[in-house]
């Protein structure tokens, strides 16, 4: 009668031992599993706040942009003066647009790459239309239509946009790049509006009030 019960006994054992070393195996292969995607979450937000670190809101997108086409306007208007003005204080102007836009230019084109913004490579159409009517003007007419346009529109709606981004941009890079710039545009308005004085007289016209 005991060789029967231990006998039976011996099955049973097994057949416990065996499903506690089933139930061991199924959670190592869960432990296994858990692990890499434990560890998958724990990277995946650090990668995703440094992606977003450089991301800018549309608005200071929108204005870099911007800033961007109104420099490509005022080089490119600037190149056109030097070539057909004849006028010794228009052409200095210009060169000192070139000069100091492009040095600009390439302050904001480092700051777009940083914060992930393509920016344009050519002035707006609407800048292109106006740089066409500018080219076809000669002479006096051409100085004086360069710093009107040129000089003092296109420097008063720059030193606006610029003002404004100091004031209320949400990037504080975007933010003390503009700060930065708007004094030298605020000169180049001062400039420009002395320029057009000059160039009205010489082509006849009475000062603008």
């Given at each position: 009668?005991?060789?029967?019960?231990?006998?039976?006994?011996?099955?049973?054992?097994?057949?416990?031992?065996g499903r506690v070393a089933l139930a061991a195996a199924a959670v190592g292969l869960i432990a296994s599993v858990q692990a890499p995607a434990a560890f998958a979450q724990a990277v995946v937000p650090g990668a995703s706040?440094?992606?977003?670190?450089?991301?800018?809101?549309?608005?200071?997108?929108?204005?870099?942009?911007?800033?961007?086409?109104?420099?490509?306007?005022?080089?490119?208007?600037?190149?056109?003066?030097?070539?057909?003005?004849?006028?010794?204080?228009?052409?200095?102007?210009?060169?000192?647009?070139?000069?100091?836009?492009?040095?600009?230019?390439?302050?904001?084109?480092?700051?777009?790459?940083?914060?992930?913004?393509?920016?344009?490579?050519?002035?707006?159409?609407?800048?292109?239309?106006?740089?066409?009517?500018?080219?076809?003007?000669?002479?006096?007419?051409?100085?004086?239509?360069?710093?009107?346009?040129?000089?003092?529109?296109?420097?008063?709606?720059?030193?606006?946009?610029?003002?404004?981004?100091?004031?209320?941009?949400?990037?504080?890079?975007?933010?003390?790049?503009?700060?930065?710039?708007?004094?030298?545009?605020?000169?180049?308005?001062?400039?420009?509006?002395a320029l057009q004085t000059a160039t009205r007289a010489a082509d006849g016209k009475k000062p603008k009030q």
């Amino acid at each position: 009668m005991n060789d029967v019960v231990i006998r039976s006994s011996r099955p049973h054992s097994a057949v416990r031992w065996g499903r506690v070393a089933l139930a061991a195996a199924a959670v190592g292969l869960i432990a296994s599993v858990q692990a890499p995607a434990a560890f998958a979450q724990a990277v995946v937000p650090g990668a995703s706040a440094s992606a977003a670190a450089g991301k800018i809101s549309h608005k200071d997108s929108a204005f870099l942009k911007q800033a961007a086409e109104n420099g490509h306007a005022e080089v490119e208007s600037s190149k056109l003066a030097l070539q057909k003005s004849g006028n010794a204080d228009v052409k200095a102007f210009a060169q000192k647009m070139v000069d100091e836009h492009t040095k600009a230019g390439e302050e904001l084109s480092a700051l777009a790459a940083s914060k992930g913004v393509d920016l344009p490579k050519d002035p707006s159409m609407t800048q292109k239309g106006k740089m066409k009517v500018l080219s076809a003007r000669d002479g006096t007419s051409f100085d004086r239509h360069y710093a009107e346009s040129v000089g003092v529109e296109a420097h008063r709606d720059t030193v606006k946009l610029f003002d404004k981004a100091a004031k209320q941009s949400d990037d504080a890079d975007v933010k003390a790049f503009a700060a930065k710039t708007l004094p030298t545009l605020q000169h180049h308005l001062q400039e420009a509006q002395a320029l057009q004085t000059a160039t009205r007289a010489a082509d006849g016209k009475k000062p603008k009030q």
